[in-house]
DNA sequence: CACATTGATAGACAAAGGTTATCAACCGAG
DNA sequence: CTCGGTTGATAACCTTTGTCTATCAATGTG
């Protein structure tokens, strides 16, 4: 049985007449009561009773009937499933991103891209870049998206950058830096700086560490929170400041400016790449990728 | 796209290896190939990616996966089920039924049939015998039950004798009666009387009259009640006898017993005949009249 | 490096679907 | 009742296409 046989038999069933079917399948009279008659072989069922004048559906035929529209239908539905799954806009996508790094950028990027395809079911899985190679390399993740320049990935990757933005610092509106256009890291030798550090050795905190130290500069110790929810909380009460990619917002939102820092280095450039298998680039893969670069122009710079 | 595209992706993907599936489907290697690459084509979609050493899904290919075993599975059940409507062993069966004379020889036989054709829905449709050739006409019921002669039949119906049985006389098996092994209907002129009528001029009530009539038996005025339900109760109570099909049983059973009638004549013996359009008997009709022949022989007689 | 394996390709052949021409059966109008 | 006009079935021919064998390039393995 193939599905020409299907089709001819809906055909002929919705028309109750050979000859009509035919017409409307663009074949000849003969050819379709030969396939219907395999049909009914294949079957060992009669479906069709023959009068002259048309013909009517045995029950058997009313059965099958119901069956063949809705193999039919499904056939159909495949289709477009597969078609709009090749064609990126449908099925899943499990982006690996760096907690919290990406977080800020990535919470509107994500609702732009559900909004695009929203067939798509996006899953974030937050770990060390280290980790998101090897959960690309065995398929675990189709997108990683990690911090740093891209000579420093190792063979078999292909990435794309999403964003390259200088870093800046992260003060209350009400602040007394927040009037200032610039700001100079020496100046924050005397403030209350707040980072955010899960324990480990690679977060933010040390990150920023990393940043006086490579200018020399004193700073009061750093205060740790445990998460970015807590450290736009702090800053946004006035009750410290911080060195941010621009794009954080806290959740009420208008309460953070940021403001640009007088000095310069490549460890105040912060670039955000998309990092997929080399070939193994899901064309789901690259509209994500697509979507995040517009993101990047939209959100705009300090 | 046909059936056989869905069969040898299928096959292809269950291996991950064109070689074996090519195997187990019987074919050759290119020919597999080839259909693979026109399904391909057809759906606008890669469905795998080829590497020496075999080949791995795409997104879309594992989308259409999903779809194309589904769509197999379905044509599978489709085919079982027009099969098993061809044997008549599933569909419907609609029975159109005279309501008194019918209920209680039927209820067992329906019984039994459900019970061989699980897959069978029966509806029961009682109407006068006239209304039943036109149900059966336009195709409403697909097999009628009515009393009387074969011969009766107007032209266009063939029909079988499902139930021949002499009437007999039902009383309480406490009632005087019961003791005698048959009884006169002349013994009945003295008798409480109890008939069903629905007010029409054709019911039991009237029957039974006719009965009476013929051989010249005045009889005191049969009570008339509108259901065999009600009459059943009367008679199990002692309140009156009935002349009635001896299959009939009261809702608590063996409360009545039937006696035969000492007379002779045609208009005693009871032919029920199941009635379908000549040449419009599907399977499922045939196996239908095969149990309640059955179900005479299992019920005996009188 | 030789060898075995993968899937893709080319050409030949046969199965099978499609076409045209024609048939018997039936219905309805004249 | 006969005569078109309809129904679906059949036969013979043609064309498409699914399949086969033989072979290839690419890749992994001893």
Known sequence: M???????????????????AAEHLHVSQPA??????DLENDLGAQLFIRNTGGVVLTPAGASFLEDARDVLERVEFATTAARATEAGRAGRLVVGSLGG??????????????????????????????????????????IALTTGPATALPSGFDSAEVLASRIAVAVACEHRLAARPSISLMELS????????????AGHQQWMEGIFAARGIRHRPIKAVNGLESLMALVAGGHGVSILLPYMRARGDNTIVYRRIKESGDDLLVHLMAVWRKGGGSQLAR???EVLSACRVKQGRI
């Not at 950028?105 to 994500?110: Q, R, V």
């Not at 005397?190 to 480990?200: A, F, K, L, M, Q």
Request: proline letters at 4%; hydrophobic letters at 45%.
């Open 2 to 20: 193939e599905l020409r046989h299907l089709r001819y038999f809906v055909a002929v069933a919705e028309t109750m007449n050979y000859r009509r």
């Open 32 to 37: 379709l009561s030969k396939q219907i008659k």
């Open 287 to 289: 509209n994500f990728v």
């Open 101 to 142: 790094v990406s977080a800020g950028f990535l919470a509107p990027a994500l609702a732009a891209f559900s909004a695009e395809f929203p067939q798509v079911e996006v899953t974030l899985h937050e770990a060390p870049v280290s980790d998101q190679l090897q959960a690309l390399r065995v398929g675990r993740i189709q």
């Open 190 to 201: 005397t403030e209350s700086v707040v980072g955010v550090s899960d324990g480990g050795r």
